[in-house]
């Protein structure tokens, strides 16, 4: 149980389901539009994600579900995870909770020995692309994606990674 007004970031539990689909549904649907590959991933969180080694971060404020990020293990040759599905909802945007979940999601993928992390986006999400780049990812060149909606890939070698760009 959490004190009144207090953040935490706590691992995916079945209690968080519904939030981790709604809180991505919600920004998927303002910007774009939700692809075969995000009800996998929403609908199946504990197939799609956790059974296969990946986590999910959740940031609970005041006992709710106000954001989730998670890490799913790479078929892309020469990441081990993904930083996907990351949503914030829109009431605590500006909080610091997107970054927070960055950072938590980061040392998750480095405990499990994760050398690089990767993520695809969009250009048209502006303040997500800055956390990221805040975070330390890079664009890359000439990635592709399963993504029609997505027009950047990024990503974060664990092994040179500036520790202050955490901070």
Request: proline share 4%.
């Amino acid at each position: 149980m959490t004190e009144p007004n207090t953040l935490s970031i706590v691992p995916f539990s079945d209690i968080h389901k519904d939030a981790f689909k709604a809180l991505n549904e919600a920004w998927i649907t303002k910007y774009f539009k939700m692809e075969k590959m995000d009800y996998a991933s929403l609908d199946h969180p504990k197939e799609y994600i956790l059974d296969k080694g990946g986590y999910i971060a959740v940031a609970v404020l005041d006992s709710q579900a106000v954001g989730v990020c998670a890490l799913i293990p790479s078929q892309k040759e020469g990441y081990d995870f993904e930083l996907a599905k990351m949503g914030v909802s829109e009431h605590v945007q500006g909080m610091g909770i997107g970054k927070l979940l960055g950072q938590h999601i980061i040392e998750k993928a480095t405990e499990m020995g994760a050398k690089k992390l990767y993520l695809e986006s969009n250009r048209v999400l502006g303040p997500a692309l800055s956390l990221y780049q805040k975070l330390g990812f890079k664009e890359m060149v000439g990635a592709t994606s399963p993504y029609e909606r997505s027009d950047i890939q990024m990503e974060l070698d664990l092994r040179s990674s500036d520790e202050s760009s955490l901070s």
